[in-house]
């Protein structure tokens, strides 16, 4: 076994690194006060080369495997998850349906501009009354003649309503299969056309400045070309977008979790109480110790998870249990951080105040860790 990164990986992470450090850092607290998107930030990860990054240079990627995926978005989280959020749903959700199940027309269409960052795009499976069970879509399509007519809602759609944001790929049922239950089909819907809007949610607890819609579909027509792959493939496209999302969201828990053990460690070597660094203390020392410690195993589990995707191998388990550890890990690295820092870890002036709200979303989006539990339970046959 071979656990060193290639030199192309440990460049990207230095440079993902040196980035987040100097231009997301500094600014992170400001937009997620202000409950801001940031053109600027997202223009210049675009010029670093961060959306579609694993796509083929034929489309304008950067032909990178999804281990350099994983590592690029655990150093964007070290500093803030918006802004890991923002590229993270653009890659796993908004590009890589588009890129996987897409035909030549539609990849030669919106990829490159997708690639080159200068249009993000919303995956918009969840509604109102269908989370979890994201199958139960009450959203419908409909073909009449040469068009699709979409109607219904979706709720909580990454990156869908930006000044940037380009169109959504929409799940939607396309009628009942012989067992009564939705045959799902996925769309491509582009902003501006008549019948569908979004808009931005506000008032999130946290991923603040990474923007989040409401997509609304009244009699909205889209051109019978539209329909993304094959007529009732939308279940199977989901649940194969979602793998690959797991393995981003895996890396969002790890950076954040690296991110708060680093501002923990550091504040309790300088804070002093009783004439001694609050990190002399044994209490303290095992929390950090434990944090240590956890975030290895969680790379360790998730590294491996993208190496068996590059290798094509089934990664479906590893998937879950990567998202799963990864963002409980750091959900306790979060509640460590804060407590270490007393009092002033629930002040907004101290970044693990930020760290501990933007952990939660790890532990419901892309499939709760609740159903991340049925997936992995049900893959190792416990039913
Ligand atoms: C900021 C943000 C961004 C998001 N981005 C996107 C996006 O880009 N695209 C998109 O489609 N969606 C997106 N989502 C939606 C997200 O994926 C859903 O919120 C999530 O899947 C859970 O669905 P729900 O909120 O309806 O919860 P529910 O499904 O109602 O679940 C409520 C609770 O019940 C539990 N539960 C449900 N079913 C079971 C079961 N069978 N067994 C045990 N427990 C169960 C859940 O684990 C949870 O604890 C986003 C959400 C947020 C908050």
Redesign the pocket.
């Known amino acids: 076994m071979d656990f060193r990164l290639s030199m192309e990986q440990s460049i990207l992470r230095e440079s993902v690194r040196n980035f987040a450090e100097k231009e997301i850092r500094p600014v992170a607290r400001q937009l997620d006060e202000a409950e801001t998107f940031s053109r600027e930030l997202t223009k210049i990860m675009a010029e670093l080369g961060l959306f579609g990054i694993f796509v083929s240079q034929q489309y304008g990627g950067q032909e990178l495997d999804y281990l350099s995926y994983a590592i690029a978005v655990e150093e964007l989280a070290r500093a803030d998850a918006s802004q890991a959020a923002t590229v993270a749903?653009a890659n796993s959700?908004g590009i890589g349906p588009i890129y996987y199940f897409g035909d030549e027309r539609q990849k030669r269409k919106y990829l490159p501009k997708l690639c080159a960052g200068e249009v993000l795009w919303?995956?918009?499976?969840?509604e109102p009354d269908a989370?979890?069970?994201a199958g139960a879509c009450l959203t419908h399509a409909v073909l009449d003649g040469a068009t699709w007519v979409i109607n219904g809602s979706?709720i909580?759609?990454?990156n869908a309503s930006t000044d940037i944001s380009g169109g959504v790929t929409v799940m939607a049922s396309t009628g009942k299969g012989s067992d009564g239950r939705n045959e799902l089909s996925c769309f491509l819907i582009e902003s501006g056309t008549p019948g569908y809007t979004a808009r931005p949610m506000h008032g999130?607890m946290m991923?603040r400045a990474?923007n989040?819609s409401t997509l609304y579909f009244e009699d909205c027509r889209i051109p019978k070309e539209n329909l993304l792959g094959q007529q009732g493939k939308g279940f199977h496209q989901m649940l194969a977008t979602l793998d690959g999302g797991r393995l981003s969201i895996g890396a969002m828990g790890l950076g954040g979790a690296q991110g708060c053990y680093e501002m923990a460690l550091k504040y309790a070597k300088e804070r002093k109480q009783f004439g001694r660094p609050i990190a002399s203390f044994q209490a303290n020392a095992f929390k950090l110790a434990d944090m240590a410690m956890e975030i290895d195993c969680a790379r360790l589990l998730l590294y491996r998870a993208c190496w068996l995707r590059d290798q094509g191998q089934p990664f479906t388990k590893e998937a879950a249990m990567a998202k799963l550890f990864c963002s409980e890990v750091m959900g306790r690295a979060a509640n460590h951080a804060v407590q270490l820092h007393g009092g002033y870890g629930l002040m907004k002036e101290y970044d693990v105040e930020r760290f501990y709200r933007d952990q939660k979303?790890l532990e419901?989006?892309?499939?709760?860790?609740?159903?991340q539990r049925?997936v992995i339970a049900r893959l190792i046959g416990a039913f």
């Open positions: 749903a959700l919303g995956f918009g499976l969840t989370g979890s069970d979706k909580f759609i990454t999130k991923w990474s989040t979303l419901i989006g892309e499939g709760t860790s609740e159903i049925i």
